[in-house]
């Protein structure tokens, strides 16, 4: 297993749509190994593929809950009630955003496997996973801020 290396905010990849991917393939197993491996390594709870510089619609999430998730083009099919929480990203790396977001979510990809499956989740990581996903979206938790919080955080992050 590798440790990659975490695309950081300002980066354009992390604005880009990810791509669906076609089939689940060797290539598509080791890059969810190695995913795994350097979020763990990086103390993450989720990463996307944007986030390590490739632009395809690859998730893992790790929330300690005994639920390791890995999903190839994960599609959110419902959501229920709502949640507000801090959120960090290992890609902003100085943000921390209070969101809100459904508390419970079912959630359709293809596993490792290359099977079609659902996983349900809630609390933590129905917020990873729907997190995650933004990723494959281009959109990250800055984008939560208010208006004034967000021109801080620019500032803040220019002067650097
Ligand atoms: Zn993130």
Request: one cysteine or more; hydrophobic letters at 40%; charged letters at 30%.
């Amino acid at each position: 297993m590798k440790m990659l290396d975490i695309t950081k905010y300002p980066s354009r990849i992390l604005r880009e749509k990810s791509q669906p991917i076609k089939e689940i393939t060797g290539k598509e197993i080791e890059l969810f190994e190695n995913m795994f491996f350097t979020m763990r390594n990086s103390s993450g709870i989720g990463l996307a593929a944007p986030q390590i510089g490739i632009n395809q619609r690859l998730i893992v999430a790790d929330t300690a809950a005994g639920a390791l998730v890995r999903l190839a083009n994960p599609e959110i099919i419902e959501v229920k009630g709502k949640n507000k929480m801090e959120e960090g990203c290992l890609s902003v790396p100085e943000a921390l955003v209070s969101i809100e977001r459904p508390d419970e979510v079912i959630i359709r990809g293809l596993n490792e496997e290359g099977k079609i499956v659902e996983v349900k989740a809630k609390g933590l990581l129905a917020r990873v996973l729907l997190h995650e996903i933004d990723h494959l979206n281009g959109k990250l938790i800055i984008d939560y801020m208010s208006f004034l919080k967000k021109i801080n955080f620019n500032l803040r992050s220019k002067r650097k």
